[in-house]
């Protein structure tokens, strides 16, 4: 095997004993597990998309660079026609001043227009389940083994699982998916959806004290419940939104589909300018839930909990002033074309014709490929020029003895959220991305006390950063997301004011209106 191939292998020695008979008796009987990992950073790096990155660069502000020389330029020169004017007459200054204003309302004005509207983050809620939905990994396989759905070997592959999961013991689910003999049905997935989609809009509205008609654009993402009607629909007939609304429902786009909401609700404000976007993430457990014994399907019970993000965006400059965060990037990796990865994560039956999520084994080798993808476009985008330069340095005059040089992508960001996934992805992305612990902290603790709440995940950790009041007015948040298909999403954004705690923060105590950290 390669050099390059044995790198995206992880090898794990399983199952020691001693042989107790036979001609063997008293060696050592072990077993060694040969896992895809996730590939090495510095291995390679593709040209296309360090090209696409400097693509986006100079389409998203190489016009800026050139118009704005031009028309100072031209008003410049008419300024200094009027100014170099020897006619004394007082009607001729009155009409060259006149004549420099108005050029200079058209030069302000076509160069204002032309100039897109920056998106701001008005504000953002997380949802945080009743206590009477905790469960601890203890509960959780008790109720597993209660529910006389799972074999003995499901019942212990599952309890291996939370034991490596990262996962801690305050996480909710809904207690139905272990009710003996009780098959899930779309009804428990709409309770579910209502409960956290109408809990957590409800949070967002009252903290902001946004009007109801204010709001254009509606964009919801859950990736398993797909309804009739959506639940974009459920949600504007639950608050009576306006008729006019543009509102779009995503399905089926996985853990990668809040930044993917965001991207879709900032174009529809560029077409709607002074409306409000209201876009929805979550997740609803319940209807996800997998009642058989296939391993490769029984994996996303262990790791996904209830969870909903409700976030409010604006297009206005005039909320400037009142916005937490503006989004200053947004670039998406779609390796859908890949045959790997279009099958690495997808909804299908087992032998028993019980319907589940199935992740492939593959799966980080997979994520790992597209999000080595993404910041190799998202470099030129964010990181220094100096650190650019030195990356090129490298790159074009290293010698084949020396190791690849990995631009640093701390200089870029002071803050990361990594989509809570697993201990064993987040620990793979912190060795490979050479990321602190304390970069690393907010995910870590997110996966901890909420777990896996898919699409919402990056807003509980950057609801953990705010609770902490690490947010310092101009730091720079780095979200990363993953999703079936597979995509690797990142976004942006730049704090506008200092946070302090909030009382709808999900980390802070209802009660004691302390943070839970």
Not at 226 to 253: C, E, Q, R, V, W
Not at 341 to 369: P, W
Request: with cysteine; hydrophobic share 40%; aromatic share 10%.
């Amino acid at each position: 095997m390669a050099r390059a191939d044995q790198e995206l292998f992880s090898t794990e020695i399983t199952n020691r004993a001693v042989e107790g008979s036979g001609p063997y008796a008293g060696s050592v009987d072990f077993s060694v597990r040969v896992r895809r990992a996730l590939p090495d950073f510095l291995s390679s790096v593709d040209l296309k998309y360090v090209k696409l990155g400097y693509h986006y660069l100079i389409s998203s502000s190489g016009f800026y660079y050139v118009a704005a020389p031009v028309m100072c330029g031209i008003l410049g020169v008419e300024i200094g026609k009027a100014i170099a004017w020897k006619d004394p007459s007082p009607e001729s200054s009155l009409f060259d001043m006149v004549s420099v204003g108005v050029l200079l309302g058209l030069v302000l004005y076509v160069y204002l227009s032309l100039i897109p509207r920056s998106t701001y983050l008005v504000d953002f809620a997380c949802f945080r389940p009743p206590d009477e939905f905790k469960i601890s990994k203890e509960e959780f396989i008790e109720l597993a083994r209660k529910s006389g759905k799972y074999s003995d070997g499901a019942i212990v592959f599952q309890e291996g699982v939370l034991k490596r999961s990262g996962i801690g013991d305050e996480t909710y689910l809904p207690r139905a998916v272990f009710r003996p003999e009780h098959k899930i049905t779309l009804k428990d997935g709409r309770e579910e959806a209502s409960m956290v989609i109408f809990g957590v809009v409800s949070e967002l509205l009252k903290a902001t004290k946004v009007r109801l008609q204010d709001i254009g654009v509606l964009v919801v993402n859950c990736g398993f419940l797909s309804t009739t009607p959506s639940l974009s629909a459920m949600l504007i007939n639950h608050y009576k939104l306006g008729h006019d609304i543009h509102s779009f429902n995503l399905g089926g786009m996985g853990c990668a589909a809040g930044v993917i909401a965001v991207d879709l609700a900032r174009d529809l404000l560029a077409a709607r300018p002074g409306s409000y976007a209201l876009v929805v993430s979550t997740e609803a457990v319940s209807y996800t839930w997998y009642d058989g014994n296939d391993f490769d399907m029984l994996l996303p019970n262990c790791f996904f909990r209830m969870g909903a993000a409700a976030i409010l965006l604006s297009s206005r400059h005039l909320d400037r002033w009142r916005s937490k965060y503006e989004l200053k990037q947004l670039v998406r990796t779609h390796k859908g074309a890949e045959e790997r990865s279009f099958g690495c994560t997808h909804m299908k039956e087992d032998a028993q014709g019980t319907r589940g999520l199935s992740v492939s084994k593959d799966v980080i080798g997979i994520g790992g490929n597209a999000l080595k993808d993404n910041i190799t476009t998202l470099g030129p985008l964010v990181l220094p020029v100096s650190e650019q330069l030195h990356f090129f340095n490298n790159f074009l005059f290293k010698k084949e003895t020396s190791k690849p040089y990995l631009p640093n992508y701390k200089l870029a960001f002071e803050h990361v959220c990594i989509l809570a996934t697993s201990k064993k992805v987040l620990d793979e992305i912190q060795k490979n991305l050479d990321l602190t612990d304390e970069y690393m902290e907010a995910s870590r603790r997110t996966l901890e006390r909420f777990g896996n709440t898919s699409s919402s995940s990056v807003w509980y950790e950057l609801a953990y950063l705010e609770a902490t009041s690490r947010i310092r007015k101009g730091d720079r948040v780095w979200q990363i997301a993953f999703g079936s298909g597979f995509k690797c999403n990142s976004v942006v954004w730049k704090a506008l004011k200092s946070m302090r705690q909030h009382p709808h923060n999900p980390w802070i105590d209802p009660l004691c209106a302390e943070a839970q950290i």
